[in-house]
């Protein structure tokens, strides 16, 4: 597939999923010069996904490496299956076989546990590797990480060096639970991606929850995003907008109104302190909403 | 358009942004293919050049000036001199019929030579004096300006923690740490072939820090404090105490220094006294872990400096730093005695400037972890 602005725009719309010019072109820049995009920004705002739609709108796998702290090379790139090595050395061994011929048998490709970033180096298809929430693993980490990303090959002692056909699109997200490496930041391109203002959210609502009334769309649109405003402990995801649209479709209610409101405010609000403070403004909020 | 992009990355680098070889070269890559148009110039730009949301709004209030439309009144371009070859080399691209033909045009009619620094527009103004504000010393601060500093805390404290953040590193000696090497001995059949060491917590050393709210001072403690907010959890327990006669356990809140008990203010200053109550308080010393940060100025309003005292707390505990928010050359005149309790302190560093202060803060880094 040619990567071309139109294209992309064609294949983000495919895979339903809508956003702003900017990030369109982001995309596109990344794509084509072939580095590295990370992406920052509040949770939930749909860094995963972004990761997700690529991979639909290339044709290609997505491979997810979900990282979390203590995450080190053996689980993130390949781990040898040491219970069937065993059991395959006894076998030769009571065969009878060489020495050498054990130790070849035993360190073949079969025995090897293809992680997720081995596993985006060798396939022949094309790729999207997304690692998830980057700033949960360590520096360490980031470092290895590092040194994969520029030459995408990695020698195994016992196999020789794998290197990558094609290299796979690499995409990072990251929450800003801490601060990532200047090295890390400079290999990639760099994209903030924030909530969608009301008129995008109601597009997002309008594709995804169809059957829901359109005016109504709008207000649950406009209504979250003047909650966002409000110094929550978390701000509303684009899919708790998105349930909650359901839920209101579900419950057959036409109206945003204070009831309604108050009767289906925990589907997109889970902390109870965000639900005390949106109903102490509500009025507010429902006039914003609804105007 | 080479030579302009290259005005543009100087122009970044002095509002604050550090983009790097690499990054510029990126950014060049990145312009190419997506072309002049200013959108996506902006985001092509943005994208290998702003690699934190911070430094966002700096980037766009450079931009804007930089790559200004003609039409913008009083905004003056800095320009390179072989401007137009290079924008006619750019190709069908350039096709529309906008930017690109008016801006040589206009340049050709309106300044036929360089525009010097002299001449940079008031877009750029704000990211100047947020410059010049890390630099100024704090007694040189009028209420406006203290009001400005917060934008400089994020900042500067960006610097800090990263600083705090390399120097909590995993250990590879140690204590055995047997519930991880079990784990991993797991999928080697039970056979711990490699052992795992329990981690060096970054919060083993506590952190004491003493600032002087009197006066002269109080603007920098203010400032130190929100400072030292992000380099908390490499502590294993933090203690803010402000002084100007006594020490008083406080806590920053929504950016102002709280008292936790009544506090004068009005007091005049006797770090004698505050080292005789801390004396009191922990008279074996505040422990081989804990760290003490001292930010004062060290006038005693010739009042007993106890410099004894200050010993005594030096060698029960694991560092003292002291920070003084005067420039060198005010020590030691009139009632300071920096130099009788420089001698029992293992760093001095001069913090008169939110700059300075930073700077000395990424050196307690190094001293303290």
């Not at chain 1, 294949?11 to 992406?39: C, N, Q, S």
């Amino acid at each position: 597939m040619e990567i071309t602005r139109e294209a992309i725009r064609e294949g983000l719309a495919r895979a339903r999923y809508i956003t702003t010019d900017a990030v369109e072109t982001v995309l596109f820049l990344a794509l084509t010069l072939e580095k590295p995009l990370l992406i920052e920004g509040p949770a939930g705002a749909g860094k995963t996904e972004i990761g997700k739609v690529l991979a639909e709108t290339l044709h290609g796998e997505l491979i997810r490496l979900q990282c979390y702290e203590g995450l080190d090379e053996a689980k993130a790139l390949y781990e040898w299956n040491y219970q069937k090595q065993l059991l395959r050395i006894q076998a030769d061994r009571d065969q009878g076989l060489s020495g050498e011929e054990v130790t070849q048998h035993a360190f073949a490709r079969e025995y090897l546990l293809e992680r997720p970033l081995l596993r985006a180096i060798s396939t022949p298809r094309r790729s999207v590797l997304l690692i998830d929430e980057v700033d949960k693993a360590d520096e360490e980490f980031e470092a290895f990480l590092l040194e994969l990303l520029s030459d995408f090959q990695v020698t195994i002692p016992e196999l020789g060096t794998v290197r990558a056909t094609h290299r796979p699109v690499v995409v990072l997200t990251s929450n800003r639970a801490r601060e990532l490496s200047e090295a890390l930041k400079r290999r990639c391109f760099y994209l903030w991606l924030d909530f969608p203002g009301a008129e995008k959210e109601r597009e997002i609502v309008a594709l995804k929850v169809p059957e829901l009334d359109a005016r109504l769309q709008e207000h649950v649109a406009r209504f979250v995003n003047a909650l966002r405003k409000l110094d929550l402990h978390k701000a509303p995801s684009i899919a708790e907008t998105l349930d909650w649209a359901r839920a209101l479709r579900a419950l057959q209610i036409r109206e945003l109104n204070a009831a309604a409101v108050r009767q289906t405010l925990n589907v997109v609000l889970k902390h109870e302190e965000d639900l005390r403070k949106a109903d102490s403004k509500l009025s507010a909020l429902i006039g914003a909403a609804t105007k | 358009m080479k030579d302009r992009l290259l005005g543009f990355f100087d122009a970044l680098r002095q509002a604050g942004l550090s983009p790097s070889v690499g990054e510029t070269l990126d950014a060049m890559a990145a312009v190419q293919a997506a072309g002049v148009e200013r959108p996506l110039l902006r985001e092509a730009l943005a994208t290998a050049l702003v690699k934190d949301q911070a430094d966002r709004a700096a980037f766009d209030a450079v931009f804007e000036h930089y790559f200004a439309l003609p039409a913008t009144g009083g905004a003056r371009r800095q320009q390179a001199p072989r401007e137009g070859d290079g924008v006619g080399r750019l190709g069908p691209g350039m096709g529309r019929g906008q930017q690109p033909e008016g801006r040589s045009d206009a340049r050709e009619r309106a300044e036929p030579q360089r525009p010097t620094p002299a001449q940079q527009p008031r877009a750029a103004d704000a990211l100047a004096r947020r410059k010049a504000l890390a630099d100024k010393p704090f007694r040189d601060m009028d209420a406006m300006e203290v009001d400005a500093l917060d934008a400089l805390v994020a900042e500067l404290g960006r610097r800090v923690r990263v600083r705090f953040a390399r120097r909590a590193r995993r250990a590879k000696r140690g204590r055995l740490d047997v519930r991880r090497t079990i784990r991993r001995a797991l999928s080697r059949g039970g056979v711990p072939l490699e052992l795992q060491w329990k981690r060096r917590r970054p919060g083993k050393n506590d952190l004491l820090a003493l600032v002087d709210l009197s006066y002269s001072a109080a603007t920098a403690a203010e400032f130190l404090l929100a400072l030292l907010a992000p380099a908390r959890r490499y502590f294993r327990r933090v203690h803010l105490l402000a002084y100007v006669d006594r020490p008083c356990p406080v806590s920053l809140e929504g950016g102002h220094v709280v008292p936790h008990e009544p506090f004068d203010l009005n007091a005049r200053s006797d770090f004698g006294a505050v080292l005789r109550r801390l004396d009191e308080r922990w008279p074996r010393g505040l422990g081989r872990n804990t760290l003490l940060l001292v930010l004062g100025d060290a006038r005693n309003n010739r009042r007993p400096p106890r410099a004894d005292l200050l010993a005594k707390l030096h060698r029960n505990t694991r560092r003292v730093v002291w920070l003084n928010p005067e420039p060198r050359q005010r020590w030691n005149s009139g009632d300071s005695v920096m130099d009788t309790y420089a001698r029992h302190v293992d760093a001095l560093l001069t913090a008169s400037s939110p700059r300075l202060l930073a700077t000395a803060l990424s050196e307690l880094a190094r001293l303290a972890l």
